[in-house]
């Protein structure tokens, strides 16, 4: 098949929607797909051939994130289909297609086969249920007009609304290359240093509950004080708005063992990751899935996380004693106490991630969005 993905956001700008498209779009080239990637302009130095940079682009805030409106114009878009057209694009695969504007100007121009994939959950508030209805209401005008559409957890399908004539979603978790942070695992932890390391991961922006996680930090350190435990080191690798706040909360905490990294690449993840303990990932809300956790755990990191509806959709079986509350930093507090304490639960927390996260990899994951595609395409040629 000849494939198009069309990405919504800046493709040089992390982002787990980007990550997964980039993924998916590796995995289906190794099992003998030809795929072309689409992304709002404009083409950065150095673009990889068979990426298609077109339109603008402008980054917004909105609900505690940051995401990128879109416009292509209509003699580029033009061209754009043309050159696609010609290359012989079957199928053309959307994420979250409802991101004004390009996906929709493209989505209504094509008579390619149309799929879609969801990934947008609204926060548990007045204004993430008024989201929720709006992408209810929008999503049964998609869903009408599409030959496959995915999920990639309960938690955005919860608001599709295919109605009695749509095409019903399918949940299949993102895309994501597991093969360097299982090779990670494989290695072990670095040897050497006795110091007991947290790693955060992330965005430092409201949602993702970083203001928490360093009070529920200050709370495990007046509760271990008294005990013979190994040194404690939190380390929040990030940037955003709220880090100059992170960084004099830090400060004024009697123990000042908390470290800043910027922002980091896999690689440094991977780095940090081997130097660390537990993973733990804080966000509030606005998680459909939670790729940060699958590679911690593939690492053979322990993950401590927050019971959004995102992260709690992994975090199953054996790894629900490990969610806690969004935001309740006591009751976070306690999950990493008891991974300092007790050397067993967290081998066992190790052992079944490494298990559970096997399932997450592209290589499990691709055949399900290919059977998807060729529904697609089946369906297109009915047409």
């Known amino acids: 098949m000849k494939i198009v993905q069309v990405c919504p956001y800046d493709l040089d700008r992390p982002g787990g929607v980007q990550k997964h498209i980039l993924a998916l779009a590796n995995e289906l080239k190794q099992r003998g797909h030809d795929v072309a990637i689409v992304a709002p302009g404009p083409s950065p130095e150095g673009s990889q051939p068979g990426r298609y940079y077109a339109g603008r682009k402008k980054l917004i805030g909105f609900s505690g994130t940051r995401f990128e409106i879109t416009h292509i114009g209509s003699d580029e878009k033009a061209a754009l289909l043309g050159e696609l057209a010609s290359w012989g694009a079957e199928v053309f695969h959307f994420h979250t297609p409802w991101t004004p504007a390009m996906q929709a100007q493209l989505f209504t121009s094509i008579s390619a086969a149309r799929v879609a994939t969801f990934h947008d959950t609204p926060p548990d508030t007045l204004s993430g249920d008024a989201l929720r209805l709006m992408f209810k209401m929008m999503s049964r005008w998609f869903l009408n007009r599409l030959d496959g559409a995915i999920a990639v957890s309960e938690a955005p399908a919860a608001h599709l609304w295919p109605g009695n004539h749509g095409v019903k979603p399918k949940i299949i978790p993102p895309a994501v290359d597991l093969s360097r942070f299982a090779a990670l695992a494989d290695s072990g932890r670095e040897t050497g240093d006795e110091c007991f390391r947290v790693l955060f991961v992330g965005r430092l922006e409201p949602r993702k509950g970083a203001v928490s996680l360093i009070e ?162 089946a369906l297109r040629s009915q047409v």
């Open 216 to 377: 529920a930090w200050q709370l495990l350190q007046q509760r271990l004080a008294a005990d013979a435990t190994p040194r404690l080191e939190l380390v929040i690798a990030g940037e955003g708005p709220l880090r100059p706040q992170l960084e004099s909360m830090a400060e004024a905490a009697p123990a000042k063992n908390i470290r800043f990294e910027v922002a980091p690449d896999e690689k440094t993840v991977i780095a940090l990751m081997q130097q660390s303990d537990v993973f733990v990932a804080p966000s509030l809300y606005g998680e459909s899935f939670g790729i940060v956790l699958v590679e911690a755990m593939s690492a053979g990191v322990p993950v401590v996380a927050a019971a959004n509806r995102g992260y709690a959709t992994v975090l199953r079986g054996g790894g629900e004693q490990w969610l806690y509350p969004p935001g309740d930093a006591v009751a976070l507090a306690d999950r990493l106490a008891a991974l300092v304490q007790d050397d067993a639960a967290r081998l066992a927390s190790k052992v079944w991630g490494l298990e559970h996260a096997i399932q997450f990899d592209v290589a499990q994951v691709a055949p399900r969005f290919e059977a998807v595609f060729e529904g697609a395409l």
